[in-house]
């Protein structure tokens, strides 16, 4: 073997280095987002007695008992439609003012721009923890307390900065040239974005709202400090299950996570989209 013959193949071990380690880092993390899910699964649907057993059993004896309980708890499905409610709010209003601003942002030069983004990022530097008192006082006097609409107020101030900054990034992507053509052939500049630009990063405006929805779904601090009657699910569950057993505590943290779960299933596609996968 000559020495122009090793050549390729020491070019190729680097290479094959690489794609080892590419494989590994995937197989790590999806073994960091299924192992969770697949560990709250099986001790939901196992009894109360085996939970704290160890090691566990990959198909364990399917026990509905702790689902069971929940479907008959008075106050849940109640508590289950005001996270719908409050999410779907905050997915509309994230988007309607978000996305605004994120193509104020990416087509215009105005005084102040770059003080307006350093102050949607400002809305996230203060802790909820620190504005919970004075928020309860505000609604309180306001009228909003203990409504889906001031909750849903609340969460959409948390989501939008990222509404923005991700519409932010999506405007900018797409040429000025496109709506300069559409304006020659006789479009308006509304009709140009919704023929031209909106088609274009729908995907990543979906994804945008998803994120919304997951963060308003997710949050307990406001629910459980602003409502009282009209609890969310997280809050409802969080009031529940402070001295629970922790089989009935697995299976609140997969009812709420199930239907995230569900719902972002059902709007793959858009996610797929926006990451150029298709076909799926």
Known sequence: ?????????????????????YAASVALLCAWVIVPLYLLLINTLSSPETVNSFPKSFIPEFDLGSLQFFAGFEGMLVALKNSVVVAAM??????????????A?????????????????????FPLPLLALPLAVLFIRTGLDDTAFGLALVHTTLAIPFAVLITFSLFSGIPVELEEA???????RYTA??????????PGITASAIFAFVISWNEVFAAAVLTIENRTLTAFLLQ?????????????GFILVVPALIFIFAVRKYLFAMWGIANR
């Open 105 to 125: 942002l990416s087509r215009f030069d105005f005084r102040g721009k770059e003080l307006f983004r350093l102050l949607i990022l400002l809305t996230r530097a």
């Open 182 to 188: 559409a304006w020659t052939l006789g479009c308006t």
């Open 90 to 103: 905050t997915m509309v209003l994230s988007i309607t003012i978000g996305a605004p601003a994120g193509y």
């Open 1 to 21: 073997m000559t020495a122009t013959d090793t050549l390729p193949e020491a070019a190729a071990a680097p290479r094959k280095a690489g794609q080892y380690v």
């Open 240 to 252: 529940t299950l402070g001295e629970a057993p922790l089989h009935l505590k697995f299976a609140g």
């Open 193 to 202: 974005f919704t023929k031209v630009v909106l088609p274009l990063i729908l």
